[in-house]
């Protein structure tokens, strides 16, 4: 296995990202009660000898355009080894609901920003871009087709940037798709948006699966 001591791993988005984190130093809540502590959960304890570092930068209600505001404060200046983005949502959101902030989709020209200027500012990091997903239920089951259609594009949008960029892509709407045949979609994402710990478990699994395979340092 490769040495992956001091190894840091940058976790960023929106509120599925943040689980209700602590913004300070208490060791209890950093991490949030999201996927970014699950994987943090799984890889500190397998990798201990490691000493990896997670950190998690996600904040609720964010778009990609939030993201690349604060991308030099939240990512840059951190120096992740990994930088690991779940990013969209907010983004469709805004539009769906004919909010001012969604009168034009910045989605894939601010995601191109935020890319471009990792990639110069920190190269040798490691990208992982996860795919913004969604199910039918709560705020998503009135205009199914259109929540579904408009999150295909962002989706489709993401897999061709992770290819541009050489970033790692983790696909998660068929995941959950998937765990949607076990039992029904609000068992997994409540309000069609945002995971219950089955979800967050959900995104975890095949982050690690997706990850861990593509990137030697943090194989178990």
Request: hydrophobic share 45%; charged share 25%; glycine share 8%.
């Amino acid at each position: 296995m490769t040495n992956a001591k001091n190894y840091t791993v940058l976790f960023q988005g929106d509120s599925i990202t943040d689980g209700a984190r602590g913004r300070n130093e208490d060791l209890n809540h950093i991490l949030g009660h999201g996927y970014a502590y699950l994987i943090a959960a799984k890889l500190g304890e397998s990798l201990a000898e490691n000493g990896l570092r997670f950190v998690n930068r996600g904040i609720s209600g964010n778009r990609v355009s939030d993201l690349y505001a604060r991308w030099n404060e939240d990512a840059i200046a951190i120096r992740p080894d990994l930088i690991s983005i779940l990013i969209g949502v907010n983004d469709l959101w805004r539009i769906m609901a004919g909010e001012p902030s969604g009168a034009t989709d910045r989605f894939e020209r601010a995601y191109r920003h935020l890319l471009d200027e990792t990639k110069l500012a920190l190269p040798d990091a490691r990208l992982v871009l996860c795919e913004p997903f969604l199910l039918k239920a709560g705020a998503t089951v009135e205009r199914w087709e259109e929540w579904q259609a408009r999150m295909a594009a962002y989706q489709g949008t993401v897999r061709e940037l992770a290819k541009q960029y050489g970033a790692v892509f983790v696909p998660l709407q068929d995941a959950f798709d998937r765990a949607a045949e076990r039992a029904e979609p609000a068992y997994w994402i409540w309000d069609g948006v945002h995971p219950t710990a089955a979800g967050h478990q959900v995104i975890a699994k095949q982050w690690l699966a997706v990850v861990q395979e593509a990137v030697p340092e943090l194989a178990d």
